[in-house]
């Protein structure tokens, strides 16, 4: 299975990103995809995550702001952010988890500043 993020980017402070993960490879079943963010100097910390039900978890550094969604259909995960912080600047990665196997993208670079 590999994972390709894409979508990241400089934007400005207030701006909005929209990052998308598709996965490819023999995929029967995801069970939860998920965003991580790693900021330099800082550990990866989750950031959002969907279950194969819809169930979605966020940071509490992101509620309100951020939007996680899935296409099942496309094996593929997406994260709408709005209102972009500086502090939001980090590499952004995608997280599968397929039965119990877990996968991981190579990131996407998020730039907030004016």
């Known amino acids: 299975v590999q994972l390709q993020a894409s979508g990241g980017g400089l934007v400005q402070p207030g701006g909005s990103l929209r990052l998308s993960c598709a996965a490819s490879?023999?995929?029967?079943?995801?069970?939860?995809m998920a965003w991580y963010r790693q900021a330099p100097g800082r550990q990866r910390e989750l950031v959002a995550s969907?279950?194969?039900?819809?169930?979605?978890n966020y940071a509490d550094s992101v509620k309100g702001r951020f939007t996680i969604s899935r296409a099942d259909a496309k094996n593929s995960v997406y994260l709408s952010m709005n209102t972009l912080k500086p502090e939001d600047t980090a590499v952004y990665y995608c997280h599968l988890q397929v039965g119990s196997a877990m996968y991981w993208g190579e990131g996407t670079q998020v730039t907030v500043s004016s």
């Open positions: 969907i279950t194969s039900v819809g169930t979605t």
């Open positions: 490879g023999r995929i029967f079943s995801i069970n939860r």
